[in-house]
Structure formats: C-alpha cells, structure tokens
Nanobody
Framework: QVQLVESGGGLVQAGGSLRLACAASGSIFSINAMGWSRQAPGKQRELVAHITTGGSTNYADSVKGRFTISRDNAKNTLYLQMNSLKPEDTAVYYC????????WGQGTQVTVSS
C-alpha cells in the first residue's frame, strides 16, 4: 500500500500561482507512474498531469502550458506547479499513484477567485 499526503493548496486570485506537493511513503517500489487529478463540484474526477518513472510527462489540454508536474525521487515527493490559474481550475486536487491498483491522497483544495 502507498500512502500519499498532499500539501500546498489554498486561495489565489486569477492569474496567480500555486505549488502543490505530495509526499509518498509505504510500498513506493510498486509505483509505475504518478499524477495529479482534480475534481470540481458536480464534475467527474479528471487526471490533469501524469509522469512516468522515466520522467515522461503528459497533461490534459485544459492545463497544458500552465501546469508543470515534476518529481524528486530522493525525497519521494511529487510536485505540481500551477501558473496562470483560472477560476475553472478550482477543485480538490488529488495526488495519484499508479502501480498495483491506484492509490489516492486525501486531496487539497485549490480555489481561484476571479
């Protein structure tokens, strides 16, 4: 089992930036890839950024060019740098680990005011 703990959410004005972090522990060897998902009220959870163990990244079209996912393997930490934030980015953001099944963190709220 993998434990994931997110931090860094908060309230920011449109156009601002936030950096999320996710500390991973437990069966880290079982992780093949990691990502950030988000869920806005009344909407389905969506994967917005993904990074493989080899460092390859993919982004949802809605965040491409504004968000950057990265990982520090020495610290077992995943990051999401979010720039040029928009009100539609408001959601609970979840750290996601893909391996034997999918593990989720508890989520961190990001609110972007207009």
């Amino acid at each position: 089992q993998v434990q994931l703990v997110e931090s860094g959410g908060g309230l920011v004005q449109a156009g601002g930036s936030l950096r999320l972090a996710c500390a991973a522990s437990g069966s880290i060897f079982s992780i093949n890839a990691m990502g950030w998902s988000r869920q806005a009220p009344g909407k389905q959870r969506e994967l917005v950024a993904h990074i493989t163990t080899g460092g390859s990244t993919n982004y949802a079209d809605s965040v491409k060019g504004r968000f950057t996912i990265s990982r520090d393997n020495a610290k077992n930490t995943l990051y999401l740098q979010m720039n040029s934030l928009k009100p539609e980015d408001t959601a609970v953001y979840y750290c996601t680990a893909f391996g034997v099944g999918i593990n989720w963190g508890q989520g961190t709220q990001v609110t972007v005011s207009s």
